[in-house]
């Protein structure tokens, strides 16, 4: 018993360390700040509970919050499912396939990746989300794309309902004189009048979370296109960069080889299904996955000990073309850059035209990659980040790679 009692208290500790963290903090302020005063100003001023419509309206209100809140804490307690420790495939001879996390004292198994803020290593990982403070992978992808979904939709009711109860509210109480537009927000105006009258401090409070419920629709709606890709091609975001490192590496060696991804199984629907269940628990053990014909178990293993054993190529070489601050969100790099950049902790790094940069993975818009300094001057510091793609170029491969390069550092 007293065992049992010690390791609930000890999953409430883990439960509350996850939580305390400005990630959650600040997502969890926004749904209630948005969902409370949604309630509020339907209840009170634009859709009153004593009709029927209204009631309907609050309990679809009250429904979006209790979704979007169940599928946020489920996404970040349930988390994205750990190799366990010491694990090690079943047959000793695919030990050779695979990579070895000293950390963990495990094998990698397929498709998982350790990731340094869990410090353990994450079954199908596709990036550690600091906005549920844990990793986003193989358990908790169906409710984390769930949230995604549901967060816009939710902020969309909530908008409309902001803007409505707004527009309602002041447009009895405009006065237009010969050079001057008055609003009188002393008197209630509805009929029958409200228990609260609709003063400016309501004013205030919905437009501010008229303004974030708007934010939120963008940017998480962006979140959500860009993991309905990911389980849709059952490629997440490392395996993309696996894959544009694998077609450069064939391109550079010129093997022959063609690069199947192997997990994606040729339908959307087929993909789909393995994320979202019924019962809510994805599809196999996280540890072993089906793949398409022509590939087996270890084809992305293989691939990625290839590239690990090829540095060369491991990180691909990129010269930047334009300045770059190195600010979280570029203006001057285009609306896309603005709007899709990394959402994590990790550093930016500013760019000066003419730099050369080593990446070692990349989203749509932005790669992470460490610049290549003159070791004697800069002191062994090494500067790593994210920069916005659009500000470099790849260097293409040639024999005589290393000699331009050297050329141009002496010029400077
Ligand atoms: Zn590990
Ligand atoms: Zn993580």
Known sequence: MGARRGRRAAAALRGARRLCHWGPLVALAVVAVCSATALADAALWYWPLDTAGGSVNFIV??????????????????????????WAPEKSQDCMYLQYCKVCQSYKAPRSHHCRKCNRCVMKMDHHCPWINNCCGYQNHASFTLFLLLAPLGCIHASFIFVMTM?????????FGWSSVKIDMSA??????????????????????????????????????????????????IESWIEEKAKDRIQYYQTGETFIFPYDMGSKWKNFKQVFTWSGIPEGDGLDWPVRDGCHQYSLTIEQLKQKADKRVRSVRYRAVEDYS???CPVTKGV??????????????????????????????????EKILDSAADGGIRERGWFPRK??????????????????????
């Open 61 to 86: 209100l009250l429904n979006w919050t209790v979704m979007i809140l169940y599928n946020y804490f489920n996404a970040m307690f349930v988390g994205p499912g750990y190799v366990p420790l010491g």
């Open 167 to 175: 527009y309602t509210q002041l447009y009895n109480r405009i006065s």
């Open 188 to 237: 209630a105006k509805r009929d029958p009048r409200p228990i609260i009258p609709f003063g400016l401090s309501a004013f205030a409070a919905s437009l501010f979370a008229l303004g974030l419920a708007l934010g939120t629709t963008i940017a998480v709606g962006m979140l959500f296109i860009i993991q309905m890709k990911v389980i849709l091609t059952n490629k997440t975001s």
């Open 326 to 328: 190195g600010v979280c």
């Open 336 to 369: 896309k850059t603005f709007f899709t950049t990394p959402c994590t902790e990790e550093p930016r790094i500013a760019l000066s035209k003419g730099d050369l940069i080593l990446a070692t993975r990349g989203l749509k818009h932005w790669m992470y990659g």
């Open 391 to 412: 500000c470099v170029e790849k260097c293409q491969y040639d024999s005589e790679m290393d000699q331009p390069m050297d050329g141009e550092k002496k010029s400077r």
